[in-house]
Structures are given as C-alpha cells and as structure tokens.
C-alpha cells in the first residue's frame, strides 16, 4: 500500500520569504514523486517529479523539491514566494515496482502568499 | 496543444438521478485516469484505462460507477444513480505510453465538481 501525508493543512507565509511546503510518504518499494498545484477554479497542473538521480529536483515557476529517502519525504520549497504562488499543493506518490500507474495524493496544503 | 478537458464543469443533480461525465484527453495520450475529490479530502484514484482496456479499475467505489472509453479516445463516467455521497470534484487525467519510459506524469482537466442534492 501507499500513502501520502502533507501534515499542514495550510501554510502562509509573506512575499519574498521563503515558502516550504512538507510532504511524506510511505511506499512497499520506491518511490516515484510528484508535486502538482491547483489555482482557483482550474485543474492540477504538474509542478516537478522525481524519478532517479539527483536529489534535489528543479521544476516549473522556481520551485524545487528535495528528494530525501531516510526521511522518506519529499518537501517543495521556493526561495522567495510570490503572491501568485497562493495556492493548493498536493504531493503524490507511484510504487515503481507496483503494477499500474495509479498515483496516491496527499489531502493538499493551501497556501497563502501575503503582500 | 490542448490540454485534457472535461464536460460539464458543473453539474447538480438529485439524488437517485443519472450523470453521465466525459473527459477528452490529450492527443497520442494511451493512458487515462479518472480521479476525483470528496469533501475536500485526499484525491483518490478510480481506475485507469489504457487505449480502451481497463487497466486498473480497484478505486471503483461500487457498481454505480461504469467507465468507459471507447475507440480509445474520450471516456465517459456514469453515476446512476446517483447519491448524496457521489458528490465532488471528478478529475480526469492523461499520460504518454509508459513502456520503457518511467514515471511518466499525468497530465489532468479542470474537473468536474459535481452536486448531488
């Protein structure tokens, strides 16, 4: 089985400052990893992913996401948010040695980017 | 090039009424995915269709569902009937062929948010 956890359900921070948002996971092997964002009133889009290699993986719009094993977590993170970073994160994980492709999201962290 | 899109974008219902959800995905995309999102809660699988076959369908909640996705090209969700619980945001998403390619990333609509009264 896989699970998912984002244990902040919304995380707000000001302009400029640097914006985290946490994500574990649990997987029977390993892991693929993802990170997509939802703005208002529009579908998921895909921000980065994981797959192999290089920890430290860099995605869309400055993010980037830091592949930690150990830890099992898999956090995104942007050095200096902007206002139009406000939005609705979800984390999500593939089995890569499970059969299917289904992936397995956390409940999503809301964030909120003040001025 | 387009994105996968769904239809409607809304829909309220009563309970014990039929929908009928569809979701264009994108093109040369094999793999399409219905998801969707209850209560504001995680976003859960419901099954995977690969061309035509279905590939995974073990989020299915019960045999009110029935997805199809003829020829391999857009997919349809029926709800009937529908209940109270069925009601959220239903996403559809699309992804290229995966064999030998890992991890590929799934590309999703805008949803259907979805009432039923």
Redesign the interface.
């Known amino acids: 089985a896989q699970s998912?956890a984002q244990p902040e359900d919304q995380v707000n921070v000001a302009e400029g400052n640097p914006l985290t948002v946490k994500c574990t996971y649990s997987v029977s092997g390993n892991p693929?990893l993802?990170w997509?964002v939802q703005y208002p009133?529009?579908?998921?889009?895909?921000l980065l992913?994981y797959?192999?290699g290089d920890n430290l993986v860099k995605g869309s719009y400055g993010f980037e996401a830091e592949f930690n094993k150990s830890q099992t977590s898999f956090h995104l993170k942007k050095p200096s948010a902007l206002v139009s970073d406000s939005a609705l994160y979800?984390c999500?994980v593939?089995d890569?040695e499970a059969?299917?492709?289904?992936?397995?999201?956390?409940?999503?962290t809301r964030v909120l980017v003040k001025p | 090039e387009a994105g996968v899109t769904q239809f409607p974008s809304h829909s309220v219902i009563e309970k014990g009424q039929t929908v009928t959800l569809r979701c264009d995905p994108i093109s040369g995309h094999d793999n399409l995915y219905w998801y969707r999102r209850v209560m504001g809660k995680e976003i859960k699988f419901l099954l995977h269709f690969v061309k035509e076959s279905k590939q995974d369908e073990s989020g299915m909640p019960n045999n009110r569902f029935l997805a199809e996705r003829t020829g391999g090209t857009y997919s349809t969700l029926k709800v009937q009937p529908a209940e109270l619980e069925d009601s959220g945001v239903y996403f559809c998403a699309s992804s290229l062929r995966t064999s030998g390619v890992p991890g590929n990333e799934q590309f999703f609509g805008p949803g259907t948010r979805l009432t039923v009264l």
Do not use: E, P
Request: no cysteine.
């Open positions: 998912v693929y993802f997509y009133n529009r579908g998921l889009q895909f992913k797959i192999t979800f999500a593939r890569r059969a299917g492709n289904k992936l397995t999201f956390g409940g999503g």
